[in-house]
Structures are given as structure tokens and as C-alpha cells.
């Protein structure tokens, strides 16, 4: 039941056409949840901003073609997360207007298409990774906070056996609003991390690693144990959570 | 917004004093799910029979009380899970008149009151367990299952590993409508049930067992790989789930 | 020992030609199970409707000939669960009379072939799944459901995230007699799903995620913890357990 | 080597008292972070309204009772958590002037001494949660924010199971600048909740439950892979790292 | 059906009182496998020299009690494993005139009726075990073997760290038919004692250790992947099953 | 040391060439394991018809071919287990002479040059499988025992869930000496066989199934918490492990 | 056989008693291995100062009692870890003249008979922990180390989320010999000491945390994948193992 | 800020060019670490003879080869681990003076730029491995501590099977000064020989190995859980890690 039907309704009631009981009984029966105004109005201010994301993995580039054509015409910022070159060169294609706009980043997989560029994160974001094999999900983590409306500040390659890279990049560390920290193996970074800064610190544990790191159940647990009680974490790899959830932080005012 | 506010502002709005837009700005702005009368109609009548139920784990004897005593007064019966005989005396002093109906089943700490004992099942339930040590699971499985209207049928003490003991009792799990299979170590009584029957077989993996059979580990995951197609598996020790969810599968008709 | 030979013994019993000893000496020493006439027929009569089920993966194109050609001949239905396409064309060339009603399902890999399609379901069986990604387990749930006589409401993409979608199919839900739930990542939708109904739910989780979703496992133990009552559990990516179940409950009556 | 030694050493440079490369020579040998003004400047500004914390458990009577009388000296609030009735009476026995002020509460056994109470945070911050049993950790949370100077917005009782309850708090739950969700079993309910609200939501695994739901290791699996993506997580029963990490969140202006 | 009932049958056919399809009729709807003579007549045979067995654990002394009462009027031999003093005091008094001959074994639990002595096994059975912690578990092995017939040797204390022990007991080890072995923390004592003799070695994982040993983890699965092609494993610390199929292999001529 | 050299030192003891002194000193140094004749002899009686193994896994033809060369010559029987077809032709072109004793057999990937076909069993091995996806492992066990001197029987295709088809084998089953059974998904069906027969049972659990049955993990805990006591078990898919532990059972004489 | 029965035996040769072919049968049925003098002479130099080690861990006080009375015959320094203060007290009583050399430390629960104090370490050993909930752990290692003659550096509670604590005591790290680092939770302390120092690190995971903890397997997984490559790891809480290599390595010279 | 940058502060200190309140000021926002000398110095000693390393996984062929490019200038050896053929063909044109002292090891994808071959350790290395599988790890380990400067003795395929194969190579092994041990399956030879030598051992689990060896996990478990106290762990397959300690330890003086 949308607004025009529930305003024709109550006209009626109010004309004396359907009475009060026969509008209680319509009302009844009706799927209460469309009337939801509150809700979409709500939204629709708070999603300013917020693009529309397509988890890539596992379509075929005919399904993410036909996803991002219907997007595209309601969304400013499209976000394809794990895709391959092919999709990209194909949207491209299908997309000629947008296609300067359209970036695909390989490490990542990401694709995104950023046409409103506005920034609404009130602060800086750092997305902070161990090693370089760490980089696709740090990239991940920040092409989504962009695509947000953030500034983000990438410091690459700084693990704790290396305990002088970090504090060399203490003062960006401390500049920044919400941290992002992916990590790998041991997943000790956040926790290091976390005690240096006061921001709200999100660990991403990666999947970097073999044998004992059983692809990434090590840096979770380790994450999920940090000793640091700023530290928060999201799945293994899930640079896009991380971004996300980052961008929302760095909004709040 | 209960029935009576929602007639009160549409006979506001038909008599004039509410105009049609306020009247939708109001009921934009009140939470809707309130209205929602059909659901509550539609579960009164499926929800005949179905009795209140308290899971006593964790919960002092005096929130036990509490809980009781707001059930008592608007449902016939009332099962308590998993609480202890000091429990089950107390309620039967607090609720002197109903203390003949008060059942305490001690192998299980399964309390019960029943007071409507309408039959709903349109047949049986078996309730299968394959050694001694499964049978306080299986009381919780048959408890309920009597709650809810049931006749219940309680063969016990057939493994698979006395296979003739199984084929003894195969008239009476034929005559089944539903049968609830619990058993711990290896869990392999529902397959061998299921391949038996035709009716729905509810697997109920608890945790008799030591060593590598990791508290009911072994038993749920065997369960779950069944090589009968009719066997659908519920957490580990839960026969109260099975016992409800056998109960609305015979209460189909 | 069958009908013929048993008849066969007791008419030399009864006409002397072996006596009693005897007699019982050559039953003692035959395996007694090839006696069970009432369970043959008793079964006979229950299976009305049940299709032969080949699971495909990991035989041979020859091998699934093989039995193929051996059921077509004794059952109106055959289900081949995860084959190929060159193995649905194949049986399609060798079962040419047939071909039309040989039915290949590309997202599951199911093939059917469906020539008795009585209605035996008592009511309709609902198909839910949380995202695009458990399609082609929702798929061989119905498949499977389809081929037992079923009525099937498919119900796509409702996530817990996005609980308005699910609450605007809560009719098509709440009037289906059996709810399957096919969900990966968290495993959420069959807890929200059982909330809302009080037919019996069956829930798949599925293989659907990354990183701490293990596969499946982070969606099997959410749904084994459901605090939904009516919630039974198959196994991860089993569609077709679970259309073989609910199919079963929907034929009680 | 503080700044007093700095100072006086270089004054002695300056003064000819020592020369440069003595200076330097000194400057080697000393554990250099302890020049590190900046930093205890920065934090010392960041810090305020941080309570000093004791994690209370596995350290005796005599341990906490030292630690809490050296801190009492330094900061105005302090936090002990999962600590015994036994320590509260003692603590209040030891800091007899400030008795009023500690508040000692048993379902969590977290003790606070309170004093600053100065409202820090720029909103409200909601702390959630699924079922009774939930409340000690939803307490701990709660506990931690408001010592952190935040007002806390408490709503009980809401499982997935019953999503109308949910939707009735839906407009509280919106209202709040970050959303804390704690939930044991299957962990559903941070899904649900980070789907109805833009908030930040911190999803705390809670060890209710039994079986497989191996001591929170369900609940944690589940909101690891939530199809929300502004849900993060922390360790299972980890109320006071909810409750600090929205804290800190809650104070970004 | 017993013996009896068949044989009336058979004569009432043979009489004629009975026709033949009325007897096909009459043994079709019987349950068939109470004809089982065969398989009686043949397991009373083999069974001779097999105890009857009470797993005790997690069983009242009640119900030992009433267990061993049955059993003792039929068996030569009982064996009541993991129970208690009590229980062993408890039975000696109800079974006076047996006292002289129940055994009670307190570091394992378990307790023996040993009546029938008669050596039953062709070779000797060697019970190693690697320290004095896996002792327990060597016991129930031990005693086990013992009342089925079987000569033991007990070769304690030798660890693979110390391998001069076991070398010295070489010979001993070579001179068993079979031989168990019982080992904790990394459980591999069975893959050296497997490539010294040509007998068939069960080994027992026992739950000795700590940490990352979890419970008898870690020797489950080293001894699962013994390079030792002789080795065959049972549950950690079923030291019963072990001794019951190092017997069964015994006794084979 | 060989025997030789022995010799020849005790021999120069004897002529005076060498004193006590020395001698003692001359064989202190020396690695005494050398000595060993004992156990080479006794050995090598026992070892008469225990073919040399090859582990083909993770092997190059060129390291097969080597290893077998060597293995030719001095033994009559050779098994390569886990290898290609590749390396069988190869095998058959190096060895020209013996290709007709080469047999390679795809199924299980099992080669085996079988010379002395000497009937070194006690009795016949039966070994069972449950369902035709696990042929491979049944076939490495049927091929080890036969290489080591045995009669198998092979009994295919019987599970749990159609326990009519296992009845019907029941007899040859008793017939065995020893029985091996491979199962994959639940693993059950060793503790049905374990409680029919009253010879030894050596369950292999197959990695036979999907989702949770981990590749597995579920079978083989099954296995392992048989409620039957005759049950032991070799790790997953080990087939040849379970032939020759069967084939030094069943040489016991 | 002994040295004196060789020399006797060898005497018997030269002296014609006994002939060579009778001396190889004599010495071939021996147990060779206790021949083996050069080992008990090579061991008897290197385990010089290397205390005798009971563990303590479920052994009664009476066999506790018993083997140490026989190794303070053998031994200066005996360790029993793991045991409680009433073994303390009745060691002490039983070794009245050794009492003020018999320690007793109550946070591990090791006891030390210390006689011989010779320093036998090259340098010193540091013993590093991250909390004081590890101290027990660290106290095993220190206790340990100094049984073995090193001299043992003590830092405490330095966490990897207050990295200065670390950095002001990177000096005595690096004067360190071996560094053992004993951490729960994340137990990231290693990795960061490891990249610190150049000495070699011994990481003892701690069982200190809770929820995703698992009782130490979360830092137990953290120290296997460290980046720092002069980590090595052993058991869960073993202190005295990490003690007992840490001693080894530093007596190297 | 490096020792220039400081010296030329500190002369306009002494100078008078700049107070002391403005030198603090400027000390104070620099990043301290900068200053480091000590840890430089002390390090670039304690470093003669480290190789630069490389960890070649997940690598592309540009990355590595830019990475070595830098590394061949400043350091004398270079290792990357885990690299293709077609990189090291590549490395050896890029640096074609070098080519002669590029060395690849197929079996372990070791490359080595190995041009000081000075050698640094104080005894032998023993690299023992259990079977011909576990190789290529034990290669990783002895490249690894040859390019660090030691001797290493290569010991290869004695299992604790064959435990006599163990004992003919006892003297080698009690030769060295470290041992490091590469084992899969069971994991158990490093038990066995840390019971045999005094040195300490580093334990390499292997991923050799399948069904429940799951990877490496049961050797693992093996290896932590070693009742031989000198043994310490590094990950599964991790030869560099071992060769690395060791290294460290070989060359304590």
C-alpha cells in the first residue's frame, strides 16, 4: 500500500464512501510494512552518499552487466568488489559515457564507478597494511572509503617485527580519525597499532600466510584477542567491510 | 497504535477533525508493526496447543518464579527446560492449586503443567534412543512432544551395533507419523532409521560419549552426512527442539 | 528365499514330503530377511511417488548411463543431483522418447526426468533463499520438491539485512505448509523465517561466503543454534535433502 | 631521560659543560622514548574521560585491591571488570570516602568508582541485546560507555525470532550514534540490526548457548560473515571492548 | 517368533489347520528376525569367553546394581568399567558369596567378576605404555584382555624420547601376538613400537597432556598417521576397546 | 659391524692378537645397532610375503622407476600405491619380463607386481564398502591383501540406510576372519558390520561426501566412537593401511 | 649386559672356554643396546648441571614422594613442576636436612631441590611476559632456567599495546643471550621482541584470555606464523620446556 | 633526524644560535626513533652474515626482480624462497656478472646469490628429514644456514619406523650443535631424536601427509606436544624458519 492508495483511502473515510470499520478491516489485511514512510525517508537522507555495491564474486559477467546498468541510473558511485579485467573492459563497453569515470583496480579486483566525488568523511582514514602481500585487501579497503567520500591516507609495508617502520609513521597514524589495519599471519599489527593511537582501530585479517595461518585463522583469532580495547574486526580479506564501516565512523559529526 | 487509537483518529478523520494529510503524517510517524492485527489473529489460531516455554539454563529460582507466574495466567500449559527439583518445589508451593499438574521430570530437570491435554497430532511420534545415556534427551524430546498434543511413542536402547534390536521394534517405527532418533558416540541410529521408514526422522546428536566424539561433535556431524534423505538434525542435546518440531509436523493435516 | 520357494516348503510340509524338523532346519539356514514380503509392500505402497535419485558427482558419464537405464525402466521419475551438461545430453540422446520430458538445470546441475507429476503435496512447500549466491541450492530444492508432487513458492533474495524484503513476502511464507531456507554467510534467514511462521522449517546453509564463513560452517552452526523452535538442519549446500524432507512432511495427512 | 634531564643537559651544551659530541654520546645511550613528549602531551589531551581499567579476573583480593589504590590517586574514574562481590566490599572498605561511589554490579561483576561524570559522547549509544542470558555482557557494555561519559540507550529482549519486537524499537535503535548488539546462539541479531539503522554497530558474540554452539564460537562465526556491512566484531563476552570502541567512536567530533 | 511358535505353525500345516497362504500370511506380518536361530546357535559359539560389559560412566549405583544383578545369573564374567569405590563396595556386599572373585581397579575404574579363567588366546598380549599418566588407560586394557582369556604383558614407561627403554624391551615386544599401546601428548610411541614387531599394534591415544595436546587430540591424530603400516587406532582413552579387539585377534587360530 | 668382522675380532681375542681391553674398547665404538642378527633373522621369517611399498603420492616417474628397480630384485612382491598410468606403462616397458605380473588398477591408482601368490592367510578377508564412491579405497585394500597372500571377499554397496542389503550379505560376512570396511558422509556402517560379525573390524573412513562431512573428519569420528567394540581404525582413504594391518591378522596362525 | 659380562665373556674366548661361533651366538641374543657405553659416558659429560624433572601434573604426593627420594640420591637439582604446596610441606619433612634448599614457588607451582648453583650459561637468559596473568608461565621458565645454572633476566608486563613499556626495556632484551617470551590473548610479543633482538626467541603461548582465546590456541597459532624469523614456539603454558631449551642453547660455547 | 641533523642542533645550542627551550621543542616533534644509533650500530654487527630474504610466494616475477636489484647492491647474499624456475632464469640474465653464483633448488624453489661464504656458525648443523617427501622443506632449511654462514650435515629419510636406520646415524647427530628435524604424518622423529642428542632441536612439521594428517596440523600437534624437553617449533613446512634459528643459535659464541 503506497501513500496515494492509504491518501485515497482516508478520503474515502473522510467523504463517508467506506466507513470507519471497513477502513480498520482494508488496513488490516494489507501488508502493514509498505507503508513504511518514516523508514525510506529516514534513509534516503542518511544513504546520501553511500554507493551501490555488487559483491562480484562468483556472477557471471552477464549478471554483473545486467546489476550495474540498473544501478547506475539511481546511484552516483557503483562499487564492484572481486571482479576480473574482462567485466571491466565489458562495462566499459556498455557504458561509453561513463567509461573515464569507470576505474578497475587489479589487485583488488575492485571496480568502481565515482562520479560524485564529494567528501563527507570528516576526518582522514588510514589504511594501514603489515606487509605487501597484504596490499589487494588494503586496496580494497580504500577504493570503498573513497567511493564514500573519504580522504584515506595508505601506509604500506610497516609489520611489528620491524617496529621502527611503524613509529616512524606514528604521526600519520595519530592524524588520522578511524584506522584501518590489515594484517596476515600473526595479526599482531592492530594490536600494536591500537595502543598507539586513539582513534577506533578496524582489523582486517588476511589471508596471507600458509601452513599454520590455515588462510587467515590465525590473524582472526589474534584480532579478535588484541589486547588493545579499541580494536574491532571483520572478516578475513573483507577490506570492504573495513572501508565501509570506517566511512560510516568518519562521518558521524 | 492499538485498534482503538487507529478508530479513534479514522473517526477523527471522518468527522472532520483530523484532515486527511495530518491523518497520514500521524500514521506515518507511529510505528507500524503495532497495527499489525492480522499477524496476531492468524498466530492466536495456530498457536492453540503450543505451550509456553522457559528455558531454565542460567535463570535463578527467582526469575524462574517470575517468568512462571505472568504464564501461568494466560497459557494451559507451561514447560520449563533444564531447571532443578528446589525449582520445581517452589513452583509447586507458589502455585498450590495447580501443584497435582506440576510434573518434574528428574533425569531431564524437564518441569511440566499441563492442563490442556487435547490431542492435536494426527499420529504418533517415536521417540528412538540408542542407549541409556541418551535418555534424558530423549525425555526432553517426549515431554514436549506430550505438551503439545501428542501421543508419543518411547523405544529405547537400540544401537546400531545390535542391529536386532532395531528390526525388533520396526512395526512400531512404521507406525510413526514422526520419529525423533536420538544418539551420542558415532550417531548413526538415524540412518538406520531413516532407511526404515518413510516418514520425516528428526536427529537429535547429544553428547554421551568421551574422547573424540568432542561432547556430541561426532555424533552431529554424522547425523548431518546421513545417507538418508529423510533425516533433518537439530543442535546437539536439544530434544526439546525436536520434540516441538516433530509436534508441528504431526499437527498437519 | 522368495514367496515361490517359501510357498514351495510349506506344501512338502503339508504334504509330508518334509517334515517339521526339517523345515525348520532349511529356514533356520536361509537368510531370513529375503521373507520380508510386508516390508516390501508396505514400502511399496508408502514410495508411490518418489523419484529414483542418482547423485552425480564423482561417477562417470558411463556410470550414470548405466543406472539411468536401469531406473527409467522401474520408476516414472528419475533426479540426477550435480551432473554435467554433456551428461544431461547424452541421456537426452540415449532416452530420445524421453527427451522432451529430460530436464537439465544448469545452476544446480540437477537433471530430472519427471513423468508422473501427481500432485501429492497437501499444500504448497516454500523455497527461500537469502541472496543470488544460494540460488542453485534453492534450486535443487526445488527440483527435487517439484519431482515428489510438490507445489513450490520460490522467494528469492530476502536477507536479514534487509528485513522490509522479508516482511513483504510474509504472506507468501505464512501460507506454505513446509518452509525450506537456503543461506550462506551467517545463516541468519531461517531464525527470522521461523519467527514468523509455525509451519516446520528446514534449513540448508550453504557454501556461500569467504574467510570466516569456512565454507559453510559459520552458516551451519547459526542455524544449528537457531532460537527458532521450529528449525531442523540438513547439510551444507543439501538442497536436495531438504526438498526430500519437506516433501515428505507435505504428503502427511 | 625526561625533560628535566634534557634541559639540564642541554644547558650544560650550551654552557660548554659538555660538548657535542659528549651530548651526543649521552642522547645514544638512553632509552630514547622516554623524550617522547609529544606523545604524552597528545594523549594526555585524548585521554580524558578514559577510565583506567583492571580486568579483574584471575588476579586475587590482594592484587586488585593495590592496583585500584594506585589508580584511585590518578584518575577520577575507574573500572574493574568480572570481579567478585567480595572484592566490591573490600575496595569500599579501603576508600571509605569514596564509597558512595563505587557501584558494584553482580551480573556482570564489573565494579566502577564514578566521579567525573561529564557526557563526553556526541549521542546516544544503544546497547542491544537478544535474550536475558545476554545480560551480563549487555551490562558490562553499558557499564563501560557510561564511565566513558556516554548516555546509554538500553533494549532488551529483542531475538530474531520474534522480529516484531525488534521493529517495535526500530525508531530507539535509529536514534542511536552507535549500536552496540550481543547475542549468543546463532548470532543473528547484529544482521538485523545493522540492517534497519546507518549507525556503526559493534556485534559482541556472547558463550550463551549449548551444543554446538561451542561456547560463542557460533554466534562469533556468524557475525564475522553478517551480511550487514556496518557490523564489526569483538571477542565473545567482550562487553567492555564494545563498550570502549563505541566510546570512542561516540566522542569524534 | 520363537522357535516354538514356528514349529506350531509348521505342524498346524502339516496338519492342515493351518493352509499355506494362511502361513505365508501369518509369517509375513511376524517380525522375521526373532528366527534368527542361526545367527544365535553361531554366536553362542564365538561368544564363549566374552564378558558382558557395563560401561559405568554416568550411570547411578542403582542401576549398576540392578545391570550386574541380570548379568551375573548369565555370564561367567562381568566387567564394570570407569565406576566408582562405592559401586565396588556396593556389589561386593550384594553379591557376597562372589566377593572373593570382584576385582576393583582404582585407577582405572574398573571393576571385574572373573569366574571363567580359561586361557582363551594363542599368543601373549602386550600392554606398553608410554609414562606413568597413560598407566589408567593401560589398566582398562589390561584388565579387559585379561577376562577375555588372554595372558598380558605390561611393558610401562617407555617413551620414544628415552629409546633405549623400549629397545630394551624388545624382545618382550616381539614375543606378543599383539600388542597395545597407550600413549599421550604426541602419541608416538605406536609408530616405533609398529616398526620393531610384525604384530598387528592397536594404539590408544590417551588423554595425557596439556595445551595444545586438547585432550588427546594431538596422539588421535598422530597416531592416525603413523608411518607405521601396522598400527590401527581406537577413541582416546579406550583402553577397553583396545583390550576387546587385541582379543578378538587372539583368540583367532 | 657385520658378522664377519665380529668374527674376526673375537677370533683375534682368542689368538691373543687382540686383548680384552681392546676388544671391549674396539666394540664400544662402534655402532652397536649392527650386531642386530636377531632381529634381521627373526625378521626375515617374518616378513616372507610382505611385499615392498611404494607411496607413489608426490613421487616423479623418474623416482618410481628407481626406487622400483631396486625393489625387483629382491623381493617377489611390489605395490605402488596412489601412482598414474603413466608410470604403469613405464613400469611395464622397464620391466619387459615381468609385464605380464604388472597389474595397474585406475581406480584406487594401486600397481602391484605380484610374483608369490603363496595362501598365507588364515582365513578370508571381506572387505565391504558402502556406496560406490568409495570402490578406490575398498580396491588399495583388496589389492595390499591379496599382494600379502590373502583371499578377499569383496561385498560393495551396502549402507546403512537400506540395512535389508547388509542383512543379505550377513552370512559371507560371518564367514570372515577379519572384515574392513570403508564408508565416507556418516560412517556408520562399521558399527552395524562390528555388531554382526565377532571377527575383528578395521574401519576406513572415506573422504567420501561434502559440506560437513569435512573431507572426511566426520566419518572418521564415527569410526572412532563405534559403540562396537571389535571396531578399530586407519586414517581417511587409507585402504592400504587397513589391507596389511587385516593381512598380518590373518596370518596369526 | 654390562661391561663385567662382556670383559667376563671376552676373558671365556681368549682363555678357550668358550669358542667364537658360541660367543657370536651368546652376544647375538644379548639386548645389544646395553652394550652402549659411549652413550652413557657422552651423556653422563653433557648432562652435567641438567636438573631431574618430575611433572608434577596428576601424580599423587606419595608418588611424587617416592621418585623424588630416589632422584635426590642421583641428582644435585630436582625440579617437580606442576605439584602443590601440601607436596612442598611433605617434602620438606622428608628431606628434613635438604629443606632450606627446597624452594617453592606458589603462582606455577614448581618446586626446586637447587645444590648445585655452578653457572653453566654463557650469558644471560631474559624471561619477557606481557601480562601479569602470565607470571605463572614465566615464573616455570625462570624457575627452570636458574635450576640449570643460567642466570635469568626478569621483564614484566610489557604488552604489545604499549609499545614504549617495550622500547624502555629494549636494552636488556638486547643483552640477552636467548630471550623467552611468554603471551595469551593475541600473544603478539614475540613477534615484536623477535624483530628487536638478534638473539634467539623462544615464544610460550600463555592459555591467559577467554572467548576466541581457546584456552591458548589463538596465541599458540599467532607465534607459528611470526614474521620474525628467530621465533620458535613450544607448548601451551611450557614454561619449562621454553626454560629447558633457552638453557640448552646458552650453555652452548 | 640523523646524527647530522643532531650534531648541528646541538653546536647551534652551543653556539647560542637556538635556546634550549626552542632545541627541546624541535627534539620534541621530531620522530625519536630517528635517533637510533645504538640499535643501527649494534645491529650492523650483529648482522655479518644475515642474507636479505625474499619470500618469493604470491610474488609476481617484476616484483621480485626489482626487489633483488636493490638487495644485490647492499647485502652479499640474497635468499628468495619459494620462487619459479623462470624467475631464477630471469635473475641470472638480469644479473648476468653474477650468474655464476645464482643458485636454484628445484625441489624447495630456494634461490641463492650466495657470495659470502664465510663461515660464521661454531659447529655443525644436522637438517634431518623422516622421509623423501619432506625434502624439499629440509632443502629450504639447509640453503637457508649454509647462506648464514654453517656447516650443515644432511641426513635423510630415517623414520621412526625403522628406528635402526635412526640409530645408525646416532653419532651424527650427537655431532652437531643444532638439529633440526623436518618430519610429516605423525611428526614423531623429533621426539626420537631430541631424546638422543643434547643439542637443541628445531622441530619442522611438513605438509606431507593426507587425510587426517589435515595439512600439516597432526605433525604439528605432534611436535608441540613432544615429551623430549630440547624441542622447540617452528610452522608447518617452514624450512626457512628453521634454518634461520638455527643459525642464530650456531653462532652464539
Sequence with gaps: MDQDQLRSLLEQVRGG????????GRLRHLPFEDLGFAKVDHHRALRHGIPEVVFGKGKTPDQVSAIVAALVARAQNVLVTRTTPDVADRLRGEHAALSAQIEYFPASGALRLWRDRTLRGKGKIAVVCAGTSDLPVAEE????AEAMGNEVESIHDIGVA???????NRERLMDARVVIVCAGMEGALPSVVGGLVMAP???????VGYGASFHGLAALLGMLNSCASNVTVVNIDNGFGAGYAASLINRLS
Design 141 to 144: 579497503a580504500r577504493v570503498t
Design 162 to 168: 620491524g617496529i621502527h617502520r611503524l613509529m616512524q
Design 201 to 207: 582501530v578496524i582489523a582486517v585479517p588476511t589471508s
Design 17 to 24: 464512501a467506506v466507513d470507519v470499520d471497513a477502513a480498520i
